[in-house]
T-cell receptor, first 109, second 114 residues
Framework: SQKIEQNSEALNIQEGKTATLTCNYT??????LQWYRQDPGRGPVFLLL?????KEKRKERLKVTFDTTLKQSLFHITASQPADSATYLC????????FGKGTRLHILP | DVKVTQSSRYLVKRTGEKVFLECVQD?????MFWYRQDPGLGLRLIYF???????EKGDIPEGYSVSREKKERFSLILESASTNQTSMYLC?????????????FGSGTRLTVV
């Protein structure tokens, strides 16, 4: 069955550094992949979508890569700030999407 | 600003009650979804609807039903609430199938069944 794994449940990064989150998937060849941010007690908020024929996508301090050979996406936040602390969810699918369980990112001041 | 609105942020119901969770979107989206989110299990799809009057089962439909009488409104119904349905319920919408954009989520309803 299709499976998504996000590299760790929690990640602590010093303010100003680049945070890198990993999303791996198996038994699937999605046409596109998405990343969401979720704050405690709130619904996820869509951040970025990347298509299988795109290697990299950027939005302000965010960068996403998509390697369909490795079946992996990397999500980078450069110059991280305490306000970036949240849970980040990877999601993939062509029609119905499935979500990873998320990585809780803590940016330490 | 486009929105998905869920009728209640917090809800406490008794075992055996029939529970209605309402979701309204103002974006003229065709597709709507209901998820539940539990610690350690992530987001799981309960039901979805690709258009008015249409509904399809997701991965965990048991104990739930849905209604979509109008395009903007998608209701989740717990026929007879049980304690294992205590969870965070999230509604989402998407423009339509084949249009590759992200989902817009509501703020969620935290339901406790006692």
């Amino acid at each position: 069955s299709q499976k998504i794994e996000q590299n760790s449940e929690a990640l602590n990064i010093q303010e100003g550094k680049t945070a890198t989150l990993t999303c791996n998937y198996t038994n699937y060849s999605p046409a596109y992949l998405q990343w969401y941010r979720q704050d405690p007690g709130r619904g996820p908020v869509f951040l970025l979508l990347i298509r299988e024929n795109e290697k990299e996508k950027r939005k302000e301090r965010l960068k996403v890569t998509f390697d369909t050979t490795l079946k992996q996406s990397l999500f980078h936040i450069t110059a991280s700030q305490p306000a970036d602390s949240a849970t980040y969810l990877c999601a993939l699918g062509d029609d119905k999407i499935i979500f990873g369980k998320g990585t809780r990112l803590h940016i330490l001041p | 600003d486009v929105k998905v609105t869920q009728s209640s942020r917090y809800l406490v119901k008794r075992t055996g009650e029939k529970v209605f969770l309402e979701c309204v979107q103002d974006m003229d989206h065709e597709n709507m979804f209901w998820y539940r989110q539990d610690p350690g299990l992530g987001l799981r799809l309960i039901y979805f609807s690709y258009d008015v009057k249409m509904k399809e089962k997701g991965d965990i439909p048991e104990g739930y039903s849905v209604s979509r009488e109008k395009k903007e409104r998608f209701s989740l119904i717990l026929e007879s609430a049980s304690t294992n349905q205590t969870s965070m319920y999230l509604c989402a919408s998407r423009l339509k199938q084949g249009v590759n954009r992200g989902y817009t989520f509501g703020s969620g309803t935290r339901l406790t069944v006692v």
